[in-house]
């Protein structure tokens, strides 16, 4: 176990967040421009990439939120030895 391990900052974490997500969002949207037809449901560009900045901007906060909370030293810590308990 590395004891010295440096945490990520905020702008690390938003940044982190921000590519997971974009990656994400550009999967998403192919995905419903290709599984919506299947279903019978046409929708157009602009519907999709409303309801794709939607999604990203939950999954953002979502993702942003468990990286600071896992990164918080005093949960994690928490957290392990919680599960060491087990």
């Known amino acids: ?11 690390d974490s ?6 997971n997500i974009l990656i994400g969002a550009g999967i998403a949207l192919l995905a419903q421009l ?7 449901k046409q929708f157009t560009l602009a519907e999709n990439l409303a309801t794709t900045a ?3 901007a939950v999954s953002f906060t979502r ?6 909370m896992f990164n918080g030293r ?3 810590q928490s957290l392990k030895t919680k599960l060491r308990a087990l």
């Open 54 to 56: 939607f999604f990203t």
């Open 34 to 40: 290709i599984w919506f037809p299947v279903l019978g």
């Open 1 to 11: 176990m590395v004891s010295n391990m440096q945490q990520q900052t905020k702008i």
């Open 63 to 68: 993702s942003y939120g468990v990286r600071r």
């Open 74 to 76: 005093s949960v994690y």
């Open 14 to 19: 938003a940044l982190e967040a921000v590519t």
